[in-house]
């Protein structure tokens, strides 16, 4: 599928649009609201990700300008400001979903697909490895038939685990995938969070299936 980028921080862009070509997408960015509008105006793309705050144009008006001529076109805005009064303002302009900042790579990438429903596209928003069930849109975690309560970055660490099951994944991937491009490399963040992790899913009675291999990082082991 092919995603119009329109975020002018080039860090964050980068990152999103590695992420997006990693689960086979073509990607395009924009840094700039007006040259945006124009790429989604006469380009043939399937899903728009705009930036609240742009450059050259607001990302309310690059929307409405998108609204105008391609209603049906999805548009995931990103927006740093997640006051009510912007979520009505851009709700008016057409947003088709929000993800406010900062956000994990994870809940784009799940937003993303919820709206990309073409034929080549299928309509996975849920997760299923080793007895463990995530809903990613909903946000639910359960464990053999048990409901487990989980942190927004606690459920994020596990989707993470769940799209990489029996792989060994480093601290540096963890950090990565989840905390995003511009973390603390020193931090003992990780560690933490799959304790956290493993301690909430242990208490189906079982205990969690995320293994430390040795000097290397973690895995989801389903056997
Ligand atoms: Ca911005």
Redesign the pocket.
Known sequence: MRVLLI???AAIADFVARALQAHGHVVEKAADGLIGERAALTRDVDLVIL?R??PGRDGIDVLRGIRAAKPALPVIVLTARAEVADRVEGLDAGATDYVTKPFSVDELLARVRAHLRGPTQPHTTRLAAAGIELDLLARTVWRDDLHIELSAKEFDVLAYFMRHPNQVLSREQLLGGVWGYDFEPQTNVVEVYVGYVRKKLAASGEPAPIDTVRSVGYRLTVR
């Open positions: 975020e002018d921080e930036d705050g742009l």
